[in-house]
């Protein structure tokens, strides 16, 4: 059964037949429900390994893009905005015609806050990041610094997304036992202290951790 909020014209929710109504961000959605009779085409197959590399790729990370990827559009944020705009923008294909995502064009952040001139970031001490950027340009005083470290290979993730004040232009980020001697790829952004808007973020390249 399915109920209709605004008239014959309106949406509806639930399923009627084999089809189903739901709202979701303010858009009325409806999809078939069934078994498939015809087999996938070959687009349809690259299609899905698109999106299994994707979605394996940032899965670890879906904490910090449910902030860096907040209000990417009106109905579309997220980690599906961010699986949106990576598939796109930083999944490529190998001599083989495998799939995979280029950590370098990765975007872990969407926004249009101003970023610094230079950033870096070095290993110092036992599993610390020390997270270095320039403190020129506009933005407000309690607007703070996103960061990300990244074990691609064994699918885990450390990231902080409230670290210091954007001002200070420098961070230590702890990283547990578990990351020690581990190739991390590593990720700085920014954000305002209400999380309405954010900067792109900046890859750093890798960094092995002592």
Not at 13 to 19: A, H, L
Not at 101 to 123: D, E, K, M, R, Y
Request: with cysteine; proline share 3%; glycine share 8%.
């Amino acid at each position: 059964m399915a109920t209709i909020k605004s008239g014959i014209n309106g949406a509806f929710s639930g399923k009627v037949g084999t089809v189903i109504g739901y709202v979701r961000k303010g858009q009325a959605i409806m999809r078939t429900q069934g078994l498939r009779t015809t087999p996938p085409s070959e687009k349809e197959l690259l299609n899905r390994e698109k999106f299994t590399v994707s979605q394996k790729w940032l899965k670890p990370l879906i904490g910090f893009l449910r902030i860096g990827f907040k209000d990417y559009q009106p109905t579309y944020e997220g980690f599906l905005a961010a699986k949106s705009y990576n598939q796109k923008h930083a999944l490529q294909a190998d001599e083989n015609n495998n799939f995979f995502i280029n950590p370098a064009l990765v975007l872990v952040s969407f926004g249009s806050q101003a970023l610094p001139a230079t950033a870096s970031a070095v290993c110092e001490g036992e599993q610390e990041i020390i997270f270095t950027w320039s403190t020129e340009g506009t933005y407000k005083n309690n607007d703070h610094a996103m960061v990300l470290a990244y074990d691609i290979e064994k699918e885990k993730a450390r990231y902080n997304p409230h670290i210091v004040s954007r001002r200070k232009g420098t961070a230590t980020f702890k990283l547990d036992e578990f990351f020690k001697g581990k190739q991390l790829d590593i990720y700085l952004a920014f954000t305002s202290d209400d999380r309405k808007q954010r900067s792109n973020s900046m890859y750093l390249g890798k960094l092995t951790i002592s």
